[in-house]
Nanobody
């Protein structure tokens, strides 16, 4: 059974940085898409970034380019999301998600089958 466990969220002031981590278990092979999406109260889910663990290709929602960086650990079952220059509008629950045994990542970076419980990021001005 695939499980994803996020960590690293917290409360920070605007301009600060956070590094979120996601550890996946129950995933075999290295042709997987692992990514992050976020959801703020009263708002729709928003794709943030994804990485295909086979070749390391990364994908970002346009507005996320620059301040968000996704990377994978050497075991390829851990992914990280580095967020710099945090803004109050980044406040949301951040979820790690994955598709297993796929050739690529979904265009919206949201349609990922397996999802973690989320980690809260709160940015104060």
């Amino acid at each position: 059974q695939v499980q994803l466990v996020e960590a690293g969220g917290g409360s920070v002031q605007a301009g600060g940085s956070l590094r979120l981590s996601c550890v996946a278990s129950g995933i075999t092979g290295n042709r997987n898409c692992m990514g992050w999406f976020r959801q703020a109260p009263g708002k729709e889910r928003e794709g943030v970034a994804a990485i295909h663990t086979g070749g390391g290709s990364t994908f970002y929602t346009g507005s996320m380019k620059g301040r968000f960086t996704i990377s994978q650990g050497s075991d390829k079952n851990t992914v990280y999301l580095q967020i710099n220059s945090l803004k109050p509008e980044d406040t949301a629950m951040y979820y790690c998600a994955a598709n297993v045994n796929v050739l690529g990542c979904p265009w919206n970076l949201i349609d990922l089958h397996y999802r973690g419980q989320g980690t809260q990021v709160t940015v104060s001005s």
